[in-house]
């Protein structure tokens, strides 16, 4: 379970949040969403230890985790994907998916330089486990491919495959039907939902409403940097707050 309580942050004299809280359960899919602006990735960045808030605290299973550096939340079994892409382009997409790996298989520099058998044999479970990846978000068969040479929808799916391959408890994905098209956004949905199956606990930022409606099973709803609404897709669609909201309404609250 991931616990966030009075999450505020400042940048000069912008207040990008203002006592954001919520709980993410172990087998569900939690979406934020909210109109562009609204903080949905400034908390994406301070769960992952991107950014340091102002005020609050963030538990993964009663433990806090705000403070941390970003790879000792990774360590942890926090992973992410980016609303711009962030992979590494000039290697191949089976290799973009094995340094998703690393929180969980970490080597010494002189074991890696040196490449003895047992290092080699980790490398090829590791490229096995890239494949296994890859297939599960429909990108079976191109491995070896450059990453660079991905469509942008197929980039995003490797961003997914990669921030599995640290075998996360909670996975953050920011925008992951951006850039797909009708059909491979309803088979990123099902992909989803199976992960929630499985009881990885996925939180979700995506504009997409088809998407989060059709999948989230809690949607929470910022908007100014504060929550206005929450519930399960149907309770939020009738939010008087949230039609509002997306209709361009001002919000005068000030933190």
């Known amino acids: ?9 400042q ?16 087998g569900q899919i939690l979406a934020l969403i909210g109109p562009n602006g609204a903080g949905k990735t400034t908390v ?7 950014l340091q808030a102002d005020q609050g605290e963030i538990l993964l299973a009663n433990k806090r985790i705000d403070g941390l550096r970003t790879f000792e939340v990774a360590a942890l079994g926090i992973s992410r994907t980016f609303q711009h892409l962030e992979l590494f382009t000039t290697l191949s997409v089976a290799e973009n998916v094995m340094v998703g790996a690393w929180p969980r298989n970490r080597a010494s520099f002189l074991r890696c330089l040196f490449r003895r058998p047992g290092m080699m044999k980790k490398d090829q479970e590791l490229y096995n486990k890239a494949l296994g990846l890859l297939a599960q978000v429909g990108l079976k ?3 070896d491919w450059p ?6 929808g197929q980039q995003r799916l490797l961003e997914i495959a990669r921030a599995l391959a640290g075998e996360p408890q909670v996975l953050l994905l920011d925008e992951p039907a ?12 099902a992909f989803l939902r199976s992960l929630a199956e499985r009881g990885l606990t996925l939180i979700l930022v995506e504009h997409d409403m088809d998407t989060v409606m059709g999948v989230a099973d809690q949607i ?31 919000d005068d609250e000030v933190c």
């Open 11 to 26: 940048f000069g004299g912008l207040t990008a949040l203002c006592g954001v809280g919520f709980v993410a359960q172990p």
């Open 1 to 9: 379970m991931l616990r966030v309580n009075g999450l505020t942050k």
């Open 141 to 143: 068969g191109k491995a």
């Open 178 to 189: 951006a850039g797909l098209n009708h059909a491979e956004s309803a088979d990123l949905a």
């Open 44 to 50: 994406f960045n301070l769960i992952t230890g991107v």
């Open 220 to 250: 929470v709803v910022l908007n100014f940097g504060t929550v206005i609404a929450g519930g399960s897709p149907s309770e939020v669609q009738q939010d008087p707050e949230v039609i509002a909201a997306y209709l361009g309404k001002e």
């Open 147 to 152: 990453a660079k040479s991905l469509t942008f």
